[in-house]
C-alpha cells in the first residue's frame, strides 16, 4: 500500500534504465501499480520491444544520443514530457565481464543518463548505487557496525569504484544545478521471493554470507524505495543504503559479529536478526520502511 503523500508527490513519467533486469522489473511494475506513467528501457539480448508488457524503448545508454532521444520523446511512438529518471542499469556485479569492460560500460552508461537529464531539464534522478561501496566483501572487517552512510567509500572491486565514482560525479551534477534531486540507492544483494529456498542452509557456515553482512533486500522492498526516492524533494545528492530490516540467517545479528568479527565495534543494541547494513537513515529521510522477510517464503514460520 503507498502512503498518499508519498503518492502525490511522484512524477507523472519516469523513465526507468535496467528495466529488465530483477529489480528493475519490480520497480516498473510498483511504479505503474501506483499510477505512474513508465517508458521501461533496456537493451538486454537485443529483444523486440514488443514481446515486454507495457510501453518499453531498447536504448544503448553507452550512446548518449539514444539517452538524449529516449529523455526527450524524441522517439517514435514514445513521446511525452520525461519528469524524472531512474537509473538502474549496469553490468550488475563485479566479475562477469573484464575489468575494463565493466568500467567502460557503467561509467559512460551513467554519465550519460546524468547528461542527458541535465541537457533535458529533468530535475529529479533517482539512482542503484550499491553496498559494495562500504567495503564488499569485508575481508578487510567493516569500521563499526551496523555500517551506515556515514563512513567515506571503500571500493574494493572495479564494478565498486565505479559506483562510487557514480556517487561523486552525483554530487558535482548537483552542485552545477542547485535544483536537481540526485538520490542514491545503494542496494543490497537484490532476492526473488525464489531465491529464499536455500536461505535456511546458509546457517551451517556464517562465512558464506560474511561478505555483506548477512544483508539481502527484497526486490519489492526495493522497488518500494526506488518509488520513496522519486517523492524525496530535498536538492542536491544524497545516499541511502537500501537493505532488508533482518540477515538472511537464522542466528542473531550479535552472535554472527562475535563469531566472525570479535573485534569490531558494535555501536547500538542489535535486534536479534537486525541488519548490519544500517537502514535507519532511509527510514528516517525517505520513509522507507521493508515490508517483506524472506522468513515470510522460507523460515520457519513458512513451513
Not at 528501457?41 to 507495457?54: F, I, L, N, S, T
Not at 517514435?76 to 514530457?81: F, K, L, N, V, W
Not at 556464517?206 to 518509488?227: M, S
Request: with cysteine; charged share 25%; proline share 7%.
Amino acid at each position: 500500500m503507498t502512503d498518499p503523500v508519498v503518492e502525490s508527490a511522484l512524477p507523472r513519467r519516469v523513465v526507468v534504465t535496467g528495466a529488465t533486469g530483477k529489480l528493475g522489473r519490480a520497480v516498473v511494475r510498483h511504479l505503474r501499480d501506483v499510477g505512474v506513467d513508465v517508458l521501461a528501457v533496456d537493451r538486454a539480448g537485443g529483444r523486440d520491444p514488443r514481446d515486454v508488457d507495457g510501453e518499453f524503448l531498447l536504448v544503448d545508454l553507452t550512446d548518449y544520443g539514444q539517452v538524449v532521444e529516449a529523455f526527450t520523446g524524441g522517439a517514435d511512438e514514445h513521446a511525452g514530457r520525461v519528469d524524472a529518471i531512474v537509473h538502474l542499469a549496469a553490468v550488475p556485479a563485479p566479475g562477469l565481464l573484464p575489468n575494463a569492460t565493466t568500467f567502460a560500460n557503467n561509467s559512460a552508461a551513467t554519465y550519460n543518463v546524468f547528461a542527458a537529464a541535465r541537457a533535458a531539464g529533468i530535475k529529479r534522478v533517482v539512482w542503484a548505487s550499491s553496498e559494495t561501496v562500504l567495503g564488499l566483501p569485508f575481508d578487510t572487517p567493516p569500521p563499526y557496525a551496523p555500517v551506515d552512510e556515514e563512513y567515506a567509500p571503500r571500493p574494493e572491486s572495479t564494478y565498486s569504484l565505479n559506483k562510487a565514482l557514480e556517487e561523486e560525479m552525483a554530487r558535482h551534477f548537483c552542485r552545477w544545478d542547485p535544483e536537481l534531486v540526485m538520490v542514491g540507492l545503494r542496494f543490497s544483494n537484490v532476492m526473488d521471493v525464489e531465491d529464499y529456498v536455500p536461505f535456511p542452509s546458509f546457517d551451517a557456515d556464517p562465512r558464506l554470507r560474511r561478505w555483506n553482512l548477512w544483508g539481502y533486500i527484497d526486490a519489492r522492498d526495493g522497488a518500494q524505495a526506488v518509488e520513496r526516492g522519486l517523492a524525496h524533494d530535498q536538492p542536491g545528492a544524497d545516499v541511502f543504503i537500501i537493505a532488508n530490516a533482518d540477515t538472511v540467517m537464522t542466528r542473531s545479528s550479535a552472535s554472527l559479529m562475535a563469531e566472525v568479527y570479535p573485534g569490531v565495534e558494535i555501536r547500538k543494541a542489535l535486534g536479534e536478526h537486525e541488519t548490519l547494513l544500517s537502514i535507519d537513515k532511509a527510514r528516517r529521510v525517505l520513509g522507507y520502511q521493508p515490508r517483506h522477510s524472506w522468513r515470510d517464503h522460507a523460515g520457519p514460520a513458512s513451513r
